[in-house]
């Protein structure tokens, strides 16, 4: 019976040495999934704020490019603005130079009428 025993006695150890290897190995394992665990909460935790980094930009850009647009649509009617002024101009000073040389006959034929009246 010492012998069987014996038999028992160290299968009983096999048995525990292959579940204290096996515990082992799961505790490992368990260990490197928290370990992943955590890293992928990290890198989450990383995205969201890249993304939330990226949302304030985006809205900076939307307001900057309103306040662009709107600065732009001045400018166009500044320059809209200035333009007709210039048209304006321009019709102003073909008109003074058609009275100019208007004035210039009418001072011409004046001063002939009076040098030669009868030449007229």
Same mark, same amino acid.
């Given at each position: 019976?010492?012998?069987?025993?014996?038999?028992?006695?160290?299968?009983?150890?096999?048995? %525990? &040495?292959?579940? %204290?290897? !096996?515990?082992?190995?799961?505790?490992?394992?368990?260990?490197? &999934?928290?370990?992943?665990? =955590?890293?992928?909460?990290? %890198?989450?935790?990383?995205?969201?704020? *890249? @993304? @939330? =980094?990226? $949302?304030?930009?985006?809205? *900076?850009?939307?307001?900057?490019?309103?306040?662009?647009?709107?600065?732009? @649509?001045? *400018?166009?009617?500044?320059?809209?603005?200035? $333009?007709?002024? /210039? =048209? $304006?101009?321009?019709? #102003?000073?073909?008109?003074? !130079?058609? #009275?100019?040389? $208007?004035?210039?006959?009418?001072?011409? @034929?004046?001063? /002939? &009428?009076?040098?030669?009246?009868? *030449? !007229?």
């Amino acid at each position: 019976m010492g012998d069987g025993g014996d038999g028992d006695h160290e299968k009983l150890e096999h048995q %525990y &040495a292959q579940s %204290y290897k !096996q515990v082992s190995l799961l505790e490992d394992e368990l260990a490197r &999934a928290r370990s992943i665990k =955590d890293q992928l909460h990290k %890198y989450v935790r990383e995205l969201e704020q *890249a @993304n @939330n =980094d990226l $949302e304030r930009a985006k809205r *900076a850009t939307i307001v900057s490019l309103e306040d662009f647009e709107q600065r732009l @649509n001045q *400018a166009i009617k500044r320059n809209a603005f200035f $333009e007709s002024e /210039l =048209d $304006e101009k321009e019709s #102003l000073l073909v008109s003074v !130079q058609r #009275l100019k040389d $208007e004035a210039r006959g009418i001072i011409r @034929n004046r001063i /002939l &009428a009076v040098i030669l009246p009868g *030449a !007229q």
